[in-house]
């Protein structure tokens, strides 16, 4: 996953995760996604939410995906087998049923989220996050809802609590590059959709006299 990326990275994490049963493996898995991008430190920490997939909705994709391949295999040799038109019409209203599945079942795919959270006595721990009650119709509107409704994501913020977390208020100025850095890296800042929250407070705030903005 890139790092130094300013915007939410929704991570969906391969199927095989399904795998690991044990919370504490879980959290050490993760925690390697976290910490690094490929053999280096990772510094936008709070910009990632990793999805963690459903061990029900994978079996019900492999299922389907199998019964779908198999139903087009004997659709494309029904002169070999030498179908009647009940038969096929049987067949395609199997692969409708099956195709029905599959969809339902890539919309459940993914049924947790998880988000690092400032903690006081390590680094940080890990809130999770159910997503089954969502009724949203594709599986980013899942997530994203979740994450919004939940308040563990924003798509603003105010010039005051901007200035509240960058110290501006002790400060004379900061970097805008260094404020940008702020928010996607440290857990206590408030984690952002992207940039753009932070564009649209400052220019709120130049335009409420609250700051200044200078490209020197």
């Known amino acids: 996953v890139n790092d130094g990326i300013p915007m939410l990275q929704i991570v969906y994490l391969p199927l095989n995760w399904v795998e690991i049963s044990d919370e504490a493996e879980l959290h050490t898995n993760l925690s390697r996604w976290l ?3 490929g053999s280096t430190r990772r510094e936008y920490k709070n910009g990632l939410v990793f999805a963690l997939p459903s061990y029900a909705s994978v079996d019900t994709l492999y299922s389907a995906s199998r019964e779908i391949l198999a139903i087009e295999s004997l659709q494309r ?3 070999r087998f030498n179908f009647n038109a009940d038969q096929l019409k049987d067949l395609e209203g199997r692969g409708r049923v099956c195709e029905d599945r599959l969809t339902r079942g890539i919309l459940s795919l993914y049924d947790k989220l998880a988000l690092p959270v400032p903690s006081s006595d390590k680094p940080y721990e890990w809130r999770f996050i159910e997503l089954q009650s969502r009724n949203e119709s594709s599986l980013h509107d899942r997530v994203m809802g979740a994450l919004l409704d939940g308040r563990s994501v924003f798509e603003t913020i105010t010039p005051d609590k901007l200035i509240a977390l960058t110290a501006l208020a002790e400060e004379r100025y900061i970097d805008a590059g260094r404020m940008v850095g702020g928010f996607f890296a440290y857990l206590n800042f408030t984690r952002l959709t992207s940039i753009d ?3 649209a407070a400052v220019a709120r705030g ?7 903005y200078t490209a020197v």
């Open 206 to 212: 130049v335009s409420d006299g609250k700051l200044g």
């Open 77 to 79: 040799d029904k002169r």
């Open 197 to 199: 929250a932070l564009t």
């Open 35 to 37: 910490d690094f991008c």
